[in-house]
């Protein structure tokens, strides 16, 4: 208790201590204030970005709807059928070109009534080829242009000698005298939709007929009257899932999820939206398609042969390589494309580099003009983006793979090669300086006096770029460096194929994991991170 009460500090020591001191001891208001005040500057610095980019107006104009059908395609796809509506009254219900459904869909959701009609139309494909006779007495062709000469036609009235046509032109006796034009119109019995409804999910329908489309979603219906002329008119108030931008003009009416619909004079167009990707394994011409997995295994196992030429197996292996929807057998090329592009480009980069930096490094090459000339180097490639590389390679050698491997060759030297330098600098002399004390040579003081200090740094810098390129390939492959990123950019640009992107992003990610996790093993080993 002596010892304690000792050690303790009177009041007059502490004034004492704060008279010399005083400093220590102010009082800073600032601090006091530190933390309220970085809030108060990011708060004022967030508010200035929300202005000055015009977040706000940029959420409020975005078209939600249009990036949620993009999202939904993703893990869905559309059929869509169009329903014409002719002015006799006729229904005609018309197909995509490449319908999901095949080239004659006949979906349980579309219930159609048919009926006979007397319909007025116009036969075309008639010909207007006749004979020289059915020619016009004055005609302005060359001598025998007809096939005969003047001597021959004039005297029958056929054609006459003047002519200002040059020889072999094209006229009404040339080779366009058998053109298809119209002809009369005639009387045909058809049969043809008179009505039709389709069930788009639970408690959605569509009612269509020639004048008249009754749209129900849940407890909610909504009548549009068709005509007369083109007028599309709504009878009653429109429900919050429809929508009329103008009156008189079409309905656009949203099931969520399961589609939309879109009405107007002369026809209702449907979009039903179904989930999964349709035809993945075998597409719509294949023998395969619209089999389960059980009767496809079953034909495959024990079938007859469909083609003669080759077994079951190797014809469904060879469907589902060229599937005309998916096309599995060109992503996978361009896949490996971008893999190769990323693992070649990254090699000779390091290939490269590793002798440069030796002589960008101060301490290993003491010519200090030697070092900045290596340094300004490795500047120059790496300021220039991987994408400004690829650009500029795709215009020398094409597009193809060669212009995506030189671009990341030519990046990846310049940074690898920095790194390398900084990594050389970093090292400890006592190792080279033991070496150097036994009287090796200068080759030899870098072999085992510098190399082990620096070779894991160099592996493990290496495969992380390796692994990452494996990403930028796919970017600079858009532009043209091949690989799956120009087929990604060409699948995105038609607006329609979000299901093939989200195939070949997945892809891409599990490619970019695969290597993560093969890279994060290789350099945790090299690194002493993890023993076996």
């Not at 980019?53 to 949620?68: E, H, P, S, T």
């Not at 054609?159 to 058998?178: K, L």
């Not at 009287?439 to 592996?459: D, I, K, Y």
Request: aromatic share 12%; proline share 5%.
């Amino acid at each position: 208790m002596a010892a304690n009460s000792s050690a303790q500090l009177s009041a007059g020591d502490v004034e004492d201590i704060v008279a010399r001191h005083p400093e220590v001891f102010r009082n800073r208001p600032w601090k006091r204030y530190r933390a309220p005040l970085a809030i108060l500057a990011v708060a004022l610095y967030s508010v200035y970005c929300w202005s000055f980019f015009g977040i706000g107006k940029v959420l409020q104009d975005g078209n939600w709807d249009i990036a949620g059908n993009y999202l939904a395609d993703w893990i869905s796809y559309e059929v869509r059928p169009d329903f014409e509506i002719e002015p006799d009254g006729a229904i005609l219900l018309e197909w995509p070109r490449f319908s999901p459904l095949g080239a004659n869909p006949d979906p349980d959701w579309i219930v159609t009534s048919t009926a006979t009609m007397e319909r007025r139309r116009v036969e075309e494909g008639v010909t207007a080829s006749g004979t020289a006779a059915d020619k016009t007495a004055n005609s302005f062709m060359v001598p025998d242009a007809m096939g005969t000469t003047p001597q021959a036609a004039a005297p029958s009235g056929g054609t006459s000698s003047f002519s200002f046509m040059a020889p072999d032109a094209a006229t009404g006796g040339g080779a366009d005298a058998d053109a298809a034009v119209p002809g009369e119109p005639q009387t045909v019995v058809e049969e043809v939709i008179t009505q039709a409804s389709v069930t788009l999910g639970a408690g959605n329908l569509i009612e269509i007929a020639p004048t008249r489309v009754v749209v129900t979603r849940g407890t909610e219906s909504v009548a549009v009257r068709l005509g007369p002329g083109e007028l599309v008119t709504v009878e009653g108030d429109l429900p919050e899932w429809a929508q009329q931008k103008r009156a008189g003009r079409k309905v656009l009416a949203y099931f969520g999820f399961n589609g939309r619909a879109e009405i107007d004079y002369d026809g209702v167009k449907v979009r039903h939206r179904f989930i999964g990707w349709e035809n993945f394994v075998f597409d719509a011409n294949s023998p395969f398609w619209g089999k389960s997995a059980g009767e496809v295994f079953g034909l495959i196992v024990s079938g007859e042969r469909i083609d003669p030429d080759r077994s079951n197996l190797s014809l469904a292996w060879n469907n589902i390589l060229y599937n005309a929807d998916w096309q599995h057998l060109d992503v996978w090329t361009k896949l490996l494309q971008t893999i190769v592009m990323a693992f070649v480009g990254t090699l000779f980069a390091g290939i490269v580099a590793f002798p440069l930096a030796f002589l960008a490094a101060r301490n290993i090459t003491r010519s200090r003009i030697v070092n900045q000339i290596n340094k300004r180097f490795f500047d120059f490639l790496r300021s220039v983006d991987m994408l400004i590389w690829a650009l500029f390679f795709t215009r020398a050698f094409g597009p193809g793979p060669l212009a995506g491997m030189s671009a990341i060759f030519f990046t990846d030297t310049g940074t690898l090669g920095k790194l390398y330098a900084e990594a050389l600098e970093n090292i400890d002399d006592k190792q080279r300086e033991g070496v150097r004390s036994v009287g090796a040579s200068p080759a030899s003081v870098q072999r085992f006096g510098v190399l082990p200090q620096v070779l894991p740094v160099f592996a493990s810098q290496a495969l992380y770029f390796w692994e990452s390129n494996t990403r930028s390939a796919t970017i600079i492959g858009a532009v043209g460096a091949g690989g799956i990123g120009l087929k990604l950019w060409e699948a995105m640009r038609t607006n329609q194929d979000w299901e093939n992107v989200a195939y070949m992003v997945f892809l891409i990610l599990a490619v970019v994991f695969l290597f993560d996790g093969i890279s994060n093993a290789l350099r945790s080993r090299l690194m002493g991170g993890q023993k076996r």
